[in-house]
DNA sequence: CAATAATTGTCTAATATTGAACAGCGCCGC
DNA sequence: GCGGCGCTGTTCAATATTAGACAATTATTG
C-alpha cells in the first residue's frame, strides 16, 4: 500500500545532513520514556528531529477517544505541521522509550532548507504524506477491520522494521490498545485479529518479543479475504 | 474544525496570479460533465489549475467500495500529487460539471512556483492539507457515523459554500451516494441523518434545491451529542 | 414532453461491532 | 522475590451497522 520511494529517503538523508549542520551546535533535549513533547494547544512553533527513540503522536477526539497517527523514529522529523502557520498543536507527542531530540524553531528550519536548496524535496517529502494519508483515509473508509489492521501492521513494519531474510522485525513495543486507535476498533477485537494472523503465521514474535511480520504472506492473506 | 487560514487564502491568491501566467498562452481543457481527468494509475505528471466547474476526487479500493476524497472548485489546484515522484494517479478526477482546466507539467509548475518565490508558500498550503487530512483520520478513528456526516457537512460547506446571512450555501450537488463515500457509511443511514438534520433545521434546501447549512446551528447540535 | 434513469426516504433481517467483564501472564519496581 | 499493575486473550449480551429491497420522487435526455 505505501511504496517506499527510493529518492525520497535520499531527500531524507540530505535532509537529515542539513539538520545536522542546523543543530549542531545546541545541545540534545532528552525526553523520558512516556513524557511529552508538546501537548494538544501547545503553541511552540518548532520542528523536531529524532536523534534516538521513539516518539508518537496521538490526536484526542471532543470526548475521550483517541487515535494515534504515526510513530516515529531515529532520523525522522515531526511536528512540521507547525508550517501550516495554524497556530497550537493538533496532536500530542510523546516519547514512547527515552529519547534525544534536536529542536529547530519552524521559521530557522524553512530557512536552512532553502540555503541548502532543499524546499523542492520537502515539497515532494510533503506530498508523500498527502498520498500516504490519502491511503490512510481510503482505507478507513472501505476496508472492514481486519484487513485496516493488517494494512497498518505492513505499513509500521516498512516503516521502522529492520528487515530480515523473509520478514520484518518491529522492535518498537505497540500494545493493542495502540493499534487499536490506529486502525479505528476496539482493543478485544485486535486482539482476536492478531491471535488469527499468528495462527496463519502471518505474524510471530521472536524470543525478544518482538513483533515478526511476514510480508509476503500477510499481504496475500489480505488480499485473498476481500 | 477545518479552519480557513486568512494567509494561506492570500497564498492562494499568489499562486493563482502565477498560475495564470505560465498557463495564459495555452488554451484551457475543456472536461465535460461526468468525464474524467484523470482515472488510477495514469502516468501523466501534471498539475491542473480549475478555471471553471468542479472537480471531484475518488479512490477506489480493492473491492468495488469507493470513497470520495475531495471536491474541487474554480482556483482551485488538483492532481499536486504527482510531484510525490511516485508515479501514476491515486484517485480517479471526474468533472461534476462542464469544466475549464488548465494544465501545467509538474516540474515547470515547480520551477514557476521557484521563480515566483511561492515555494514556501506551497509547503504552508501542503501542510495545511496534512493537517486537515489528519483531522480526517482522528473523526473517522474516534467518532459515529452521524458526528462524521456533520462535520464533512461543515467541512464541504466551508470549503466551496457562498456565504449567507447567517448560513451558508452549496451549490454542487452532492448525493448521499457520495456523501456516504466520503463519510464511510452507506447511503440509507446517510438519507435518515439528513432527514434528522432538516426536522432539526440545521440544514434546508432552498428553492433552487440547493443545500443550506446553518453553521452554528449545525456545529452547536453536533457538541450536544457528545 | 414523455420516457428513462437517478436519487431519495423508508423498512427490514442478517451481521458486525461495541463495551464490559474477568482470568491469566509477565514485567517492573521495590 | 513479592506485590501490583498493565497487558493479553476470551467471553457475552446489547447495540449499531450493513446490505438488501421497495415505492415515491426528482432529474435527464432524446
Do not use: W
Not at 501547545?42 to 536523534?51: A, H, K, L, M, N
Not at 506530498?127 to 472492514?144: E, G, H, K, P, S
Not at 509500521?156 to 523473509?166: C, E, H, N, Q, V
Not at 499468528?198 to 518479543?209: A, Q, S, V
Request: charged share 25%; aromatic share 6%.
Amino acid at each position: 500500500m505505501i511504496q517506499q520511494a527510493p529518492q525520497s529517503d535520499q531527500f531524507k538523508e540530505q535532509m537529515q545532513g542539513s539538520l545536522f549542520n542546523e543543530t549542531k551546535n545546541s545541545s540534545p533535549i532528552k525526553v523520558d520514556k512516556h513524557n511529552h513533547v508538546y501537548t494538544v494547544g501547545d503553541e511552540r512553533e518548532t520542528v523536531y528531529f529524532i536523534e534516538k527513540g521513539q516518539i508518537k503522536l496521538v490526536m484526542g477526539s471532543s470526548e475521550g477517544k483517541e487515535c494515534m497517527l504515526a510513530i516515529h523514529g531515529a532520523g525522522d522529523v515531526f511536528g512540521e505541521l507547525c508550517l501550516s502557520g495554524l497556530g497550537g498543536r493538533l496532536e500530542t507527542a510523546t516519547a514512547m522509550e527515552d529519547t534525544l531530540l534536536k529542536e529547530i524553531p519552524c521559521g530557522k528550519f524553512l530557512d536552512r532548507l532553502a540555503k541548502d536548496s532543499l524546499l523542492e524535496g520537502f515539497i515532494k517529502y510533503l506530498a508523500v504524506r498527502v498520498a500516504d494519508q490519502q491511503q490512510v483515509i481510503a482505507n478507513l473508509v472501505t476496508v472492514d477491520s481486519e484487513q485496516r489492521l493488517g494494512k497498518t501492521l505492513l505499513q509500521i513494519a516498512r516503516k521502522l522494521g529492520k528487515k530480515d531474510p523473509r520478514s520484518i522485525r518491529i522492535e518498537v513495543k505497540i500494545s493493542h490498545e495502540e493499534l487499536a486507535t490506529m486502525v479505528g476498533t476496539t482493543r478485544p477485537r485486535i486482539s482476536v485479529f492478531m491471535q488469527r494472523f499468528r495462527n496463519l503465521e502471518l505474524i510471530e514474535y521472536n524470543t525478544e518479543h518482538h513483533l515478526i511480520i511476514k510480508e509476503k504472506k500477510l499481504t496475500a492473506y489480505l488480499a485473498s479475504i476481500l
